[in-house]
């Protein structure tokens, strides 16, 4: 990854259920319709693995373990990064609704319709 200090970071995790359900988020805004890793803005001293387990508990109230680094692309956004974890703590609940109506466990194959 460049080591540019003005690109932004990201970073966010992948949850599974018992079923292989993947947990995201809907984005309800008018000019995007769309399921969403729970992903937030890697801040200031932060590591990316701590900030992809903020974004689950801050989104969704889910406390996680870090299993695993799946990936990282670079966009017009910024850097993201993305992890494997396993929720260790607490129950889905939305606590963004400004950005998201819905969430729940949908499969690969439904996501990638």
């Not at 949850?15 to 319709?33: A, F, N, Y």
């Not at 801040?43 to 974004?55: D, F, I, K, N």
Request: net charge negative; proline share 4%.
């Amino acid at each position: 990854m460049p080591q540019d200090c003005n690109i932004k970071k990201f970073s966010g995790c992948i949850v599974c259920d018992d079923v292989g359900g993947v947990l995201v988020l809907h984005c309800k805004m008018p000019e995007c319709s769309q399921w969403e890793i729970p992903e937030v803005e890697v801040a200031l001293g932060e590591t990316t693995e701590q900030a992809a387990a903020r974004a689950m508990q801050e989104n969704l109230g889910v406390g996680v373990k870090i299993v695993d680094q799946l990936g990282s692309r670079h966009s017009s956004e910024g850097h993201h990064t993305w992890f494997l974890a396993k929720a260790m703590a607490g129950e889905p609940v939305l606590s963004d609704y400004c950005q998201h109506d819905k969430f729940g466990f949908l499969s690969l194959i439904t996501l990638t319709r």
